[in-house]
T-cell receptor, first 119, second 113 residues
Framework: GDSVTQMEGPVTLSEEAFLTINCTYT??????LFWYVQYPGEGLQLLLK?????DKGSNKGFEATYRKETTSFHLEKGSVQVSDSAVYFC??????????????????FGQGTILTVHP | DGGITQSPKYLFRKEGQNVTLSCEQN?????MYWYRQDPGQGLRLIYY???????QKGDIAEGYSVSREKKESFPLTVTSAQKNPTAFYLC????????????FGDGTRLSIL
């Protein structure tokens, strides 16, 4: 079945440092890929997405490129801020199938990476 | 503004009691989902529904039940058969197309008295 693997955390950085959170996936076909962010006590917010190979998703200074050859979707930011401290989840949604649709639309999440940014 | 509303934000359950978590969306999304999140862990799918009056079990459906009588609403009942219900519950919705993201509510934290 589909799976998503994120780098283990927690990740602790100083303000203005460069951030990379690795994400690799296993899926058949052409899934769509997403990064979500969760602040303490809140739900998940969509950070960015990419729906086909070589697409780059970007938002609020974060970027991730859909690499089909390496099955990866690593999250990067050039200069983190204290306000970026949160839990980050990588997720995939299967592409269309003809297999009865039982997995249609379901998201598979990674285990999450806790990011803490110090001033 | 369009979005997903979950209520209550905090809920307490006594032993042997069923409790129902509310989820309402005004995004006109066809699909809705319930997830469970335990501390330090990712999300696990409980139930999902692609259309009204239809729903499917997710990965951890035992001890839970749902209904989908209206497009906007997808309540989750945590039954007494769920022996470890303490968790953070998240509701989500999405359009049906495969490349569309899921949008999440702010969650309900359920605790056992």
């Amino acid at each position: 079945g589909d799976s998503v693997t994120q780098m283990e955390g927690p990740v602790t950085l100083s303000e203005e440092a460069f951030l990379t959170i690795n994400c690799t996936y296993t899926a058949t076909g052409y899934p769509s890929l997403f990064w979500y962010v969760q602040y303490p006590g809140e739900g998940l917010q969509l950070l960015l997405k990419a729906t086909k190979a070589d697409d780059k998703g970007s938002n609020k200074g974060f970027e991730a490129t859909y690499r089909k050859e390496t099955t990866s979707f690593h999250l990067e930011k050039g200069s983190v801020q204290v306000s970026d401290s949160a839990v980050y989840f990588c997720a995939l949604r299967p592409g269309p199938t003809n297999a009865g649709g039982t997995s249609y639309g379901k998201l598979t999440f990674g285990q999450g990476t806790i990011l803490t940014v110090h001033p | 503004d369009g979005g997903i509303t979950q209520s209550p934000k905090y809920l307490f359950r006594k032993e042997g009691q069923n409790v129902t978590l509310s989820c309402e969306q005004n995004l006109n999304h066809d699909a809705m989902y319930w997830y469970r999140q335990d501390p330090g862990q990712g999300l696990r799918l409980i139930y999902y529904s692609q259309i009204v009056n239809d729903f499917q079990k997710g990965d951890i459906a035992e001890g839970y039940s749902v209904s989908r009588e209206k497009k906007e609403s997808f309540p989750l009942t945590v039954t007494s058969a769920q022996k470890n219900p303490t968790a953070f519950y998240l509701c989500a919705s999405s359009r049906g197309q495969f490349n569309q993201p899921q949008h999440f509510g702010d969650g309900t934290r359920l605790s056992i008295l």
